[in-house]
C-alpha cells in the first residue's frame, strides 16, 4: 500500500521537489519578515538583543579584520623591525580590544538567541493549540488538511525561531565578506598551531553547552511527554467530539500553558548556564587570541619568523572562504526553515478558514421540541452525502430511537443533532430556532452526549464524569449508579480520584465495558435538556446493559432521550422509531406500528435479532424484484 509505505514527509517532499529554489528563494524574505514578527511578538527585547548584539559582533569582527591589516602594514614598511613592531603596537590593541568586544557581544548575543527560542515556540504551539481546537470538527475529516495539520505541528512551530537565528547568521557572514573584501590588498599570517588554541575553548564550552541542555532534556521527558499528550488532545479527532461537546478547551488551553510554562522556564535556565559556558570559552579564546598575537610580534622581534607575502594571502583567502561558507550554509539553513515554517503559516491560514460561523443569539429556553428540516450533510472528500434530507421530531419526555444498519447515518444525524457538525443544507431547529444561529457552547451545554467513540481523559474519574472542575455530589452519585460506574469506582485504588491512565504512576486502566460505563455517567450526570446515547451498550455486559436502557428510558421522565442502537430488544419501548438507510428516513412509528408494515426494513431487522434469541421468526415476506 503505498500511502503506509510513503515517508511521513511525503507530502513536503513532493512539494519540495515541484517548488524551484527560486521560488522558494522569493518568497524566503517574506518569511523571513514574518518569522521576525513571531519572534518580536514572544519576546521584542530578546529579538533586538538577538539581531542587534550578532550584528554587533559581526562588525567587531571585519574591525578585527581590518586592524589586523594595519599591524601588518606597519610591519611590511622600511626600517629595522624593532621600529616596525612599535608601529603595529597601537593597531595590535585595537586587534586585542576588537576580539574582547566582538567576544563579549557574541556571548550576549547568543544569551539572547538561546533565551528567545522557548518564548517563540510556547507562541507559536499555543497559537497552533488555540487553532486546533477551535476548528470545526468536520476539518478533521479532510485528509488534506490533517496532513497540513501534522507537518505544521511536526516541526513548523519548531522553525520560526531557527529562521530568526539563521537570519542573523546570513547577515553576521555577509559583514565578514565585506571586510575580507576590503582587506584583500593588505598581507597577513598567524601560525597555525596557536590558531587553534583560540579555537579550543570555544570549541569545549560548544560541547558543555550542548550536554547541558541534552541533560535537562533528558530530566523534563515525562514532563514532555505530558505536554505532548495534552497537545494530541487539543489537536486530535478522537478527542474533538468531546472536547466541544463539553467545552474542554478552556482548561486544556490552561493546562497547556501550564505544562509549557513549566518546560519554558528549565529551557530559560539552560539558556543561562549555556551562556555562562560559553562566556567562559569566550573569554578563554580570547587571552589565547591576544597570546597569538603577542608570541607573533615576538617571533617578529626576534626574527624567527619571516613572514611571506604569499602567507599572508593565504590567510586572507581562508578568512574569505570562512564567510563564503559561513554564509552559504545559513542561507541554506534559512532556506530549509522556511520549507517547515511556510507550512505552519499554511496551517494557519487553512485553519482561519474552518472556523466556525459566528452566533450570538442565546438559546431559547428549555427544550419543547427539538427537529430538523430537509437535513443534508457530506464528509469532506466523500463522493456521497451521509445524509440526504432528513425530518425528524423530538418532543420533550420523549425517547426516541435511530436505528438502520451499518453506515446508514445514525451516529452523523446524532452529532449534527449535539451540534458537533453543521449541515451543507437543511437545519436543526431547538424549538423552532436554526441551531446555526445560536451560540455553540450554549446549546452543547444543554446535551449529555454519550459517544459511540468516546475519550478516557487522562484525569481522574470523578473529572472524568463531571468533565468540569465543580463537582455536584447528589447529580454525581446518581449518575454513577444509574450507569453502573459505581460498580467501577469502587474497584479503582483511590475511587473516584484514581487517574484513569496507565502511562502515569499510579494510573489505572478499564476495561472496554468499565470505560464505557464512565462515558454514560458522564452523558447523565449533566444536566442536560438532552441525552444523546449513540450505541451506548455495545461493550456492556448483559445485566448493565439491561440496567442503562431502564435508566434511558425512566431519564426521559425527567429529559428527552435520543437512543441508537442495533440491540432493537431495547428500543420496542421508545415513544417513536425513526429507521434510517443510506441517509434518509425510511420509516417511522412505533415498535408496534413498524412491526405492522409487511416488508418493512424494521421489521426484517427486528426479526433476526429475534429469530438469534428465540428461534421463532417473524414472517417476512422478501421484496419482489
Ligand atoms: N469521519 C468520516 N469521514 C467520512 N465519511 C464518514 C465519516 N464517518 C462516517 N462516514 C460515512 O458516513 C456514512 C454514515 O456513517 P455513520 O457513522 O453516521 O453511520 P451509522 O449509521 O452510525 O453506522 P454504525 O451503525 O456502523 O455506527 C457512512 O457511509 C460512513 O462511511
Known sequence: MPEVKASRYSPWAQELESTSIWQIAARLPALVVTALRWSWRASSRDT?????????????????????????????????????????????????????????????????????????????????????????????????????????????????????????????????????????????????????????????????????????????????????????????????????AYNMRPFLLDQYKATADHVRDALLGVARRQALVRSTGDAVSGAATGLTYTALGGLLVTGATPLSVAGT??????????SLSQLLSSVNACYESGLFFYDFLEFCEQARTRFPEPASRALPGPLEVLSTRGLVFAYPGADEPALRGVDIEIRRGEVVALVGENGSGKSTLA???????????????????????????????????????????????????????????????????????????????????TLLDKRFVDGADLSGGQKQRIAAARGLYRDADLVVADEPTAALDARAEHRLFDTLHSAAA????????????????????????????????????????????????????ADAYTGVTVPVHQEES
Open 415 to 497: 452529532r449534527l443533532l449535539s451540534g458537533l457538525y453543521t449541515p451543507q443544507s437543511g437545519a436543526v431547529l431547538w424549538n423552532g430556532v436554526d441551531l446555526a444561529t445560536v451560540v455553540p457552547e450554549e446549546y452543547r451545554a444543554r446535551v449529555g452526549l454519550i459517544s459511540q467513540d468516546y475519550t478516557q481523559w487522562p484525569l481522574s474519574a470523578r473529572r472524568n464524569i463531571t468533565m468540569e472542575e465543580s463537582s455536584d455530589d447528589t447529580r454525581l452519585q446518581r449518575a454513577l449508579k444509574l450507569s453502573g460506574a459505581d460498580e467501577v469506582v469502587a474497584e479503582l485504588p483511590h475511587g473516584l480520584d
Open 48 to 244: 533586538a538583543a538577538t539581531l542587534g548584539l550578532n550584528v554587533a559582533a559581526g562588525v567587531f569582527t571585519a574591525f578585527g579584520l581590518i586592524a589586523v591589516a594595519g599591524v601588518l602594514e606597519s610591519l611590511f614598511s622600511a626600517g629595522p623591525t624593532p621600529d616596525r613592531v612599535r608601529a603595529a603596537l597601537p593597531s595590535l590593541l585595537l586587534v586585542a580590544g576588537a576580539a574582547v568586544t566582538r567576544g563579549a557581544l557574541a556571548a550576549g548575543g547568543g544569551w539572547a538567541q538561546a533565551r528567545l527560542a522557548p518564548q517563540v515556540e510556547r507562541a507559536v504551539e499555543l497559537e497552533l493549540f488555540r487553532l486546533t481546537s477551535r476548528i470545526r470538527l468536520e476539518a478533521f475529516d479532510d485528509s488534506d488538511f490533517a496532513d497540513t495539520m501534522y507537518r505544521a505541528r511536526d516541526r513548523g512551530t519548531r522553525e520560526v525561531a531557527r529562521m530568526v537565528i539563521h537570519t542573523v547568521d546570513v547577515l553576521t557572514a555577509l559583514i565578514g565578506l565585506v571586510a575580507v573584501a576590503g582587506v584583500l590588498s593588505v598581507l597577513h599570517i598567524v601560525l597555525l598551531p596557536l590558531l587553534i588554541l583560540t579555537v579550543l575553548p570555544d570549541g569545549w564550552a560548544a560541547v558543555r553547552a550542548a550536554r547541558i541542555r541534552y541533560a535537562k532534556l533528558r530530566e523534563m521527558t515525562t514532563t514532555r511527554r505530558r505536554e505532548v499528550i495534552i497537545g494530541d488532545l487539543l489537536a486530535d479527532r478522537s478527542s474533538a467530539a468531546e472536547l466541544r
Open 313 to 322: 594571502a593565504v590567510l586572507a583567502i581562508r578568512q574569505g572562504q570562512t
Open 558 to 609: 425527567e429529559r428527552t432521550v435520543l437512543l441508537i442502537t442495533h440491540r432493537l430488544a431495547s428500543v420496542r419501548m421508545a415513544d417513536r422509531i425513526y429507521v434510517l438507510d443510506h441517509g434518509r428516513v425510511v420509516e417511522e412509528g412505533t415498535h408496534w406500528q413498524l412491526m405492522a408494515l409487511p416488508n418493512g426494513h424494521y421489521r426484517q431487522l427486528f426479526s433476526l435479532q
